[in-house]
């Protein structure tokens, strides 16, 4: 592998399209340091950073405002999927011969390198960027921990990852899905490797037809993946009478949890790339006809308008925040549009409800509390701010089992905590920080944690301080927001909190 840094390259594309309640503004086309098809984009943790591999294995690293290419490199083999790992300038290749190199975009790649036993047919990140999956020929799904650089485990997936098109976490890392040309869906638990479900995707609005899946995306933040469908049906009559078959196009949302569909829009034509966003409601899409990159809302059910690229788009990404659409061709350009939504718009008045909140941590997803280490903590209480009290009372209830379950935290009892607090004659629901310690100090806690939940809007911020009960200083503190936050959101969130704590 050669890693090398190189210097700027832009070229403006003078085009702009507006779709619907977002505007899409152009803003560079960068050329690759060779003109080979881009096989593989994904932006990295800052959104500031795009990543783009090309089919001979050459890797770009371009800062996105600036139009800057920080490095280059070169895998031994073509990148099959690249995703952004820890920190803000770590990124995880892995390539055709089976190969997961974790890259430092200045410093070039680690010493430490992961070798699949199988030929890699489709790869995923957690949305922890922790644990990467791959699907590999042989029907196996081996997973990797990028912190701890160790094979994690393997699924022996049989037949089931036959023609597989698309493989994906939840936004909690609880379950892995492949999903096959077919319409097959398989989901498995990570942490167990046992399957939860299997279901068929159809179309259903065609008698007898057959179900051809073109493409499938989903994001860290959202509770939802769309895929992209076409029903295949014989005509009435046959086609022994000179009809062509009958099709039909659409695009699906489907909910994680529950495998259920949510939402689905018909489209005029086959679709070859998808990437779930700008946000929740939105999918970017490309298909068979032309060289157009589409915008679809699934919030309203509308196709939206859509940009042209000069050369035909292969590959897409959406980053995180947003804010920056991106496409490969098959000549090594990778086209960069800007997003916004027009003026006056939010997505949170676009009209229509929301078919998931978006959860993110505000603070990284990287643990306050050094796993393995015991300690013992006091939970003291959620602060309700723009909220009902049930909603704190929900938040308390979910961190307390949570972290209840983790064998190196020893939680200070409930009851111990209330019987302090009212010797002390305090209000548990409203607790300043050297209350909070003078309880810690009486329950001989190490760490007493302070929480609030608020309203901003639609969304919901919960949030979490760790003071240490010797010093009274706040060692952490940690905080996600669920955007668009429905009740059966605030479930997740408080789950993800908790993973910011401790795993």
Known sequence: MQFRTAAVLTIVITMEALAQDIRIVPYASLQMPEKNAVCALAFMNSDKILIAGDDEGNIGCWDVPRKILLSSLRLDEPAVFLGAAGGDRSFVAVDAGGKVTVVDILKGPTPAVFHCKGKPLRAALDAGRQFLAVATGDGRLEIFDLKAMLPAGTIDAGDRLDDVLFLGFDRLGQQLVAIRKGGEVESWNPSTMKLIREISLAGGELHGSTTVVHGAATNRATNVFAVGLEEIALPKGGVLGGQELMRNYLVAAYDWNSGMEIKRVKTVWPLEQMALGPGNDHVSVTNEDDK?????????????????????????????????????????????????FKEGLTV??????????????????DPALKPGVPVKMAILGFEARGVQEEVADVCVGTMTNALANIDYITLVERRQIEKIVNEQKFQLSGLTEEEGVEVGKISKADIILLGSVGRLGSSLIMSARLISVTTGKVLKGREVICEECRDQDIYDAMTLLVSTIAQ
């Not at 919030?299 to 496409?327: F, I, Q, Y």
């Open 348 to 365: 949170r008045n676009a009209g229509q409800p929301s078919l998931s909140g978006r959860i993110r941590a505000r603070q990284g997803t």
């Open 292 to 340: 157009s990159i589409t915008l679809i809302d699934l919030r309203k059910g509308e196709l939206g308008g859509s940009v042209v690229m000069d050369e035909k788009p292969v590959t897409l990404a959406v980053s995180d925040d947003n804010v920056w659409l991106a496409a490969g061709s098959r000549r090594g350009t990778v086209g960069v549009w800007q997003m916004s």
